[in-house]
C-alpha cells in the first residue's frame, strides 16, 4: 500500500508541473525511473514513462480545451510529421547500452536548458511574430485565439520551419522517453514564436499524439508489462494533477513558466550525468 502511495503522489507532482509547463512530466519521470531502477534496461522505463506522460496529455488537453487555448490544426499536422520519427526513435532506445543512455539523456536536457537561459527574457515571442520578413511570408501562419477568459492571442509563427523541427523532436522524445514537451515548449516559443500560454496548451495536444504512437509500439513490443504496478498509481496521479496544473497556468506569468521549466531541467540534467558516468566507471 505504502509503494501505490509513493507512486501516487510522484504522479500528482508530475501531472501537475508537466502540465503548468507544457511538458508532459517526461523529463522529471524518467530519470526518476532510472534512478529507482539502476538495473532496468533504458527501454522498459522509457517505456513506461512515456505511458505516464500519453494519460498526462491526455488529461492536460482536455483542461487545455476547455480553456480554449489549443491550436488545433497546427497540433494535428506536427504529431501526424512527428509519428514515423517517434517510432524510430523506440527502436533506437533498445539498442542502447544504458549507461550511454543516462550520459545521453543528461547532456540533452542540459544543452536544452543552456538553450533556454541564453535567451532574452524580453525575446519570449509573447506576442508572436507582428510581422514576417520581406519574402518569407509563405513560411509564416497566422492565428488567432480567443480563450475561455476572452483573452485575445493574434501572432504570426514560423509555421513550416515547425513541421521540419517535429522530425527531429519526435525521434528524440521518444527515444529518451520524455515525450518532447521540454523540448516543444521552448521551440515554439523561442523558435516559431508562439506565445508562451498557446505554446503550452498546444503542445500537450501535440503531445497526446505522438506518445500514443509510442506507447503503441512498446506495448506491441511487451515493453509495458514488466512495469503495470506502478504504471496505474502513476497514471492516477498525473490525471488528477494535470488538472490542477491546467488550472494554475492562467494565474502563471509567461517568464515564470519558462525560467521553472528552465531551472528543473539544470537539477535533473546533473542528476542524471552523475549516473551515467558512475555506471560507465563500472
Known sequence: MLYFLEFLLLGLGIGVLGTLVGAGGGFILTPVLLLIFPAQPAELLTATSLSVVALNALSGSAAYFRLGRIDLKTSLVYGLVASPW???GV???????????????????????VSLLSQDSKDSGARG????PDGASGSFAERRIVDRDGN????????????????????????????GGPIYVPLMIRLLRVPPHI?????QCLLLITTSVAVAVHFLRGNLHAKGDIIIPLALGVIVGAQAGAALSGRVGSKTITRTLALLLVLVSFQVLYKGALSLMR
Open 91 to 113: 527502436f533506437g532506445t533498445s539498442r542502447t547500452p544504458r549507461g550511454l543512455f543516462d550520459i545521453l539523456l543528461g547532456l540533452g536536457l542540459l544543452g536544452l536548458c
Open 129 to 132: 511574430e507582428p510581422h514576417p
Open 199 to 203: 505554446a503550452t496548451a498546444t503542445s
Open 86 to 88: 517517434v517510432v524510430l
Open 152 to 179: 485575445v492571442y493574434a501572432y504570426r509563427f514560423r509555421y513550416k520551419l515547425g513541421i521540419w523541427m517535429s522530425t527531429v523532436v519526435g525521434f528524440f522524445s521518444s527515444f529518451f522517453g520524455i515525450g
